[in-house]
């Protein structure tokens, strides 16, 4: 129990730079207490004291507005981001290391009984105001954009807008993977960021990530000819960039006299 909440917790970090320290997370997250009081809901449903799990869920609907039914399956390291709205069904299966942020859906289409909502694989992010409906299957690493409304079953690294849902991004396309990997070298999230998305700013992201993929393939050629040639030995790629810090720099001081800028001519030339 307790190493489910440190993970929790670690999670927060990880994705929410707002996030300062554990205490901080432990007491003012929503959606951290949503999932904390679903975990004890659920082991009662499944012990069959359904009316107990019910009013438990409303319980935590009450004082974090998300709902989430008894009966849905959560795995680990799950993190809803703010969460106001947020809404998973009975039957709904969210795998680990995903990522909900508010006002999302995980419903039905159906008032038939059985398998009736969504079932998400590791690693899917959802964006704000996404509805996924219906028994569907959402691959692993799939990236669904904000109010977008999937009705049907998206791919392994894919990623859906629009409404209907619609794919702009294959996960296994070649420029994809090519994007997600040095994205991923530099430190950064390229989620919903695809070439064919609306999005100016999307674009300009991804043309850069293009142009550093292009200069990385010419710097691994370079200096590879220059260990050939005995000048140098040739370099590895750099690690993750996360945990770099820039320092800043320092200020020159003022001197008596000096308005501040070295060297600086008055209007006489001087």
């Known amino acids: 129990m307790l190493s489910r909440l440190r993970?929790?917790?670690?999670?927060?970090?990880?994705?929410?730079?707002a996030a300062r320290n554990a205490f901080e997370v432990l007491t003012t997250y929503p959606g951290l207490h949503a999932v904390m009081m679903h975990r004890a809901s659920h082991a009662?449903?499944?012990?069959?004291?359904?009316?107990?799990?019910?009013m438990l869920s409303n319980v935590a609907r009450l004082l974090t507005g998300i709902e989430i039914h008894p009966g849905a399956e959560l795995g680990r390291r799950f993190f809803i981001?703010?969460?106001m709205?947020?809404?998973?069904?009975?039957?709904?299966?969210?795998?680990?290391?995903?990522?909900?942020?508010?006002?999302?859906t995980l419903g039905g289409t159906s008032w038939q009984k059985g398998k009736r909502h969504p079932t998400l694989g590791c690693d899917v992010v959802v964006g704000a105001g996404a509805k996924v409906l219906g028994p569907i299957t959402v691959g692993d690493g799939a990236r669904i954009g904000s109010n977008a409304v999937v009705l049907k079953?998206?791919?392994?690294?894919?990623?859906?807008?629009?409404?209907?849902?619609?794919?702009?991004?294959?996960?296994?396309?070649?420029?994809?993977?090519?994007?997600?990997?040095?994205?991923k070298r530099i430190g950064f999230d390229a989620y919903g960021a695809t070439r064919d998305a609306p999005d100016p700013v999307a674009n300009a992201v991804n043309r850069m990530l293009d142009h550093i993929h292009i200069m990385d393939r010419r710097m691994e050629a370079m200096s590879r000819a220059l260990e050939e040639h005995g000048i140098t030995r040739?370099?590895?790629?750099?690690?993750?960039?996360?945990?770099?810090?820039?320092?800043?720099?320092?200020?020159?001081p003022a001197v008596d006299g000096d308005d501040g800028a070295s060297g600086r001519q008055d209007q006489h030339g001087r």
């Open 7 to 17: 993970e929790d917790i670690e999670c927060v970090f990880e994705r929410d730079p």
């Open 44 to 54: 009662l449903w499944r012990r069959g004291f359904k009316w107990l799990a019910r």
């Open 81 to 83: 981001d703010h969460g």
């Open 85 to 104: 709205g947020v809404v998973i069904g009975e039957t709904a299966v969210v795998g680990d290391d995903c990522t909900l942020y508010h006002g999302v």
């Open 153 to 183: 079953p998206v791919p392994a690294g894919g990623t859906i807008v629009g409404v209907p849902g619609r794919m702009i991004e294959q996960g296994g396309d070649a420029a994809a993977r090519r994007r997600a990997d040095t994205a």
């Open 234 to 252: 040739h370099f590895e790629h750099l690690g993750d960039l996360e945990g770099c810090v820039l320092d800043p720099a320092a200020a020159t």
